[in-house]
């Protein structure tokens, strides 16, 4: 099946940056790394940034003009460029993509195992 493993999290003070790496692996027939969610400890999971098959990008309104993320769709790769990091971005970041493991499979949809971000004051 499908894996996806992140990786770059860290303890970083505010004002720092940070670059999440999250590659897939595995049987893979087809692909789309579609973006990046964090969950805060006692907060539900949010959105933090998506990226099209075509390239769009969305951001949630507070890492708008900070994040940046990009996909190398020849390494099955996602990335998320951290700058300005801010306390409140503490989390647990996880990756999500969607994918058919064999050209009989139906689209599935992944989840990462997450890597923590923690940013301090």
């Known amino acids: 099946q499908v894996q996806l493993v992140e990786s770059g999290g860290g303890l970083v003070q505010a004002g720092g940056s940070l670059r999440l790496s999250c590659a897939a692996s595995g049987t893979i027939f087809m692909i789309n790394l579609r973006g990046w969610y964090r969950q805060a400890p006692g907060k539900q999971r949010e959105l933090v940034a998506t990226?099209?098959?075509?390239?769009?990008?969305n951001y949630a309104e507070s890492v708008k003009g900070r994040f940046t993320i990009s996909r190398d769709n020849a390494k099955n790769t996602v990335y998320l460029q951290m700058d300005s990091l801010k306390p409140e971005d503490t989390a647990v970041y996880f990756c999500?993509?969607?994918?058919?493991?064999?050209?009989?499979?139906?689209?599935?949809?992944?989840w990462g195992q997450g890597t923590q971000v923690t940013v301090s004051s």
């Open positions: 999500n993509a969607e994918a058919r493991a064999r050209t009989w499979s139906a689209w599935s949809n992944y």
């Open positions: 990226i099209s098959s075509g390239g769009s990008t």
